[in-house]
């Protein structure tokens, strides 16, 4: 059974930062595009970022110039660093890996930015 488990979540003020983390199992990891979303609360998921096999990256323009997705094929993870983090990022966010039709979503780690 495929698992994608996140963590690196938590806590930050306004201005902070986090790194989030996501490993595979059972998969060909680097086969895979990975994704990044994420929902707060009564809202839609949304895309964060995403990171094709072949390494090229694209983002949401909310978190363009804060954000940077990346992965490591030799660990099976997928990173997003979240820099100058802002309320408005409060959220669940969740890994995704794509590959059609094929995709696996993680559980979510809760990013919580608040003074």
């Known amino acids: 059974q495929v698992q994608l488990v996140e963590s690196g979540g938590g806590r930050v003020q306004p201005g902070g930062s986090l790194k989030l983390s996501c490993v595979a199992s059972?998969?060909?990891?680097?086969?895979?595009?990975m994704g990044w979303y994420r929902q707060a609360p009564g809202k839609e998921r949304e895309l964060v970022a995403t990171?094709?096999?072949?390494?090229?990256?694209n983002y949401a323009d909310f978190v363009k110039g804060r954000f940077t997705i990346s992965r490591d094929n030799a660990k099976n993870t997928v990173y997003l660093q979240m820099n100058s983090l802002k309320p408005d990022d409060t959220a669940v966010y969740s890994c995704?890996?794509?590959?059609?039709?094929?995709?696996?979503w993680g559980q979510g780690t809760q990013v919580t930015v608040s003074s």
């Open positions: 995704n890996a794509a590959i059609h039709p094929r995709y696996y």
């Open positions: 059972r998969i060909i990891f680097s086969i895979y595009d």
């Open positions: 990171i094709t096999s072949g390494g090229s990256t």
